[in-house]
């Protein structure tokens, strides 16, 4: 499965946020339960604004590689689907069609 393509995520301290939200978010991402993938690509989702505006830290950049990844590749139906959309939303921000990715963010 795609565990092996993403370097290990380290243990995030509690007190960093970001840094924990992103880290337990990349573990649900890579869970064996397909509900799990399902709602963490939900999370993606509802977190796109904060992403594209810098505010989930360098981690983030997995994160989108991971729901890349889904949209493709997962097993579950569902979760391919809610990755595309997440995508498509990447993409089009990335386009300048969407929320704007401030100098140095993203894809």
Not at 12 to 35: C, I, W, Y
Not at 67 to 76: E, I, K, L, S
Request: aromatic fraction near 4%; hydrophobic fraction near 45%.
């Amino acid at each position: 499965m795609l565990r092996t393509l993403v370097s290990p995520w380290p243990e995030a301290k509690p007190t960093d946020g970001a840094a924990f939200a992103v880290e337990r978010l990349g573990k649900m991402l890579l869970d064996e339960r397909s509900p799990h993938r399902l709602a963490a690509v939900w999370v993606v989702q509802r977190s796109l604004t904060a992403a594209l505006q810098g505010g989930l830290g360098r981690r983030w950049r997995e994160v989108e590689s991971i729901v890349r990844w889904a949209a493709d590749g997962d097993a579950d139906a569902k979760v391919r689907a809610r990755a595309s959309m997440v995508v498509a939303r990447l993409e089009a921000a990335t386009e300048g069609l969407g929320p704007k990715r401030p100098a140095g963010v993203g894809a």
